[in-house]
């Protein structure tokens, strides 16, 4: 097993954390908002936001192992929490970059970083034109994480000799506009972010190496979210069938419905562990770890959104109404399978090491 005992009661205190306080949900035409009650309780109460942070920066020391525990409960509740955005890549950027003095705030819960990242709906790194030139960046990045509520910008962006760098930008500078999305997973709160000689102070000069690991970094805690999410589903759709009953039967007990349930279990387990070897790759920050990465995110995207359709389908007419929480997990598994770049291009980025290319 990859989670120790301690793991474990650090997960089943998050999850009867959220389950006493269940996220709230949101209408279909409401702007996302954050759950601040469960916010506030994970960093009180847990720690959550400081888990990987050394303790010198005001965080518990921990390794990324028990960070991905709270993601795999928080993908299970979808729970609208700045977490993903700020507390797992934020954080990690910034002890990449070296750049520890924010690092304290973002790991009590009581500031928001997020990592301004995407350019044309791409997260390739040789994809970025975002630029700075005298102090200034210039440039536009789109799907932010917590964008709208960040105190906070982390930025790769073209440095004045040529190179890429990794900025950041105070929340509120002048020269600079967020524009809160409206994306299909209103779970999932994003921003456009406007860059217009904004002032920026630069981080680090070797973007390629911690964008190298930031998208490792994503990859493995989005695969931990799909789990979650994944695991709620198949769990929730086991409970609908053992109690809606045809011609006098539970639908659980006819043969075609086993078998399907029975392809649902097995694709959940495997993402289990794919996503628990990226994990441990990550604690241990393995040679192989960009691999290993690459192979969870992409696995473990299509077994989400593969699960969540079928819990849609099995739970027959209900599972379609905005009243029932399938379309929440559909939603999520869908939008979460083109974040940090979807199953194909992670696939490209497997291949040359299978191939031995």
């Known amino acids: 097993m990859f989670t120790t005992e ?45 888990l990987a942070v050394p303790e010198e920066h ?34 990690d950027a910034l002890l990449a970059c070296g750049a520890t003095a924010d690092l304290p705030g973002i790991a009590d819960g009581g500031r928001v970083a997020a990592l301004a990242w995407a350019e044309s709906g791409t997260w390739d790194p040789g994809a ?49 506009r967020v524009e809160p999305l409206v994306t299909l997973d209103r779970t999932r709160p994003q921003a456009r972010v406007v860059f217009d000689g904004a002032p920026a ?42 109690t809606r009953e045809q011609f006098g039967r539970p639908i659980g007990s006819f043969q075609a419905v086993k078998h399907r349930l029975a392809d649902l279990y097995v694709l959940v387990e495997s993402a289990r562990s794919v996503s628990y070897d990226a994990a ?28 969540a359709a079928e819990t849609i389908q099995l739970h027959g007419g209900i599972g379609f109404t905005w009243e029932h929480e399938a379309h929440l997990y559909f939603k999520r598994a869908h939008s979460a399978a083109k974040l940090f770049g979807d199953a194909a291009w992670h696939r490209a980025r497997l291949a040359p090491a299978v191939l031995g290319g």
């Not at 306080?21 to 949101?26: D, H, I």
């Not at 993908?75 to 977490?83: D, K, N, S």
Request: with cysteine; proline share 6%.
């Open 128 to 176: 970025i034109h975002a630029r700075v030139a005298d102090g200034r960046l210039t440039g536009v990045k789109e799907h932010v994480l917590d964008g709208a509520r960040a105190d906070l910008f982390l930025v790769p962006a073209a440095t004045p000799e040529g190179g890429l760098g990794v900025y950041a930008v105070e929340g509120g500078a002048p020269g600079m």
């Open 280 to 307: 441990r790759a990550l604690a241990e920050d393995a040679a192989d770890l960009p691999v290993r990465a690459a192979a969870a995110q992409a696995y473990c995207a299509e077994a989400f959104s593969t699960v």
């Open 201 to 242: 102070r630069l981080l680090t000069a070797d973007g390629p190496r911690v964008l190298e690991r930031l998208l490792a970094v994503a990859a493995t805690a989005l695969s931990a979210e799909q789990l979650g999410g994944a695991s709620r589903c198949l769990e929730i759709t086991l409970e609908y069938v053992k």
């Open 6 to 50: 301690e793991q474990e009661e650090l997960r089943r205190t998050v999850r009867a954390l959220l389950e006493r306080n269940p996220p709230a949900r949101p209408a279909p035409d409401a702007t996302p908002e954050y759950d601040e009650t469960v916010w506030r309780l994970l960093a009180d109460q847990v720690g959550a936001f400081g």
């Open 58 to 91: 005001g965080g518990a020391g921990f390794s990324y192992a028990e960070t991905h525990v709270v993601c795999e409960e928080l993908g299970r509740a979808l729970a609208v929490v700045p977490y993903l955005g700020s507390a797992v890549l934020a954080a």
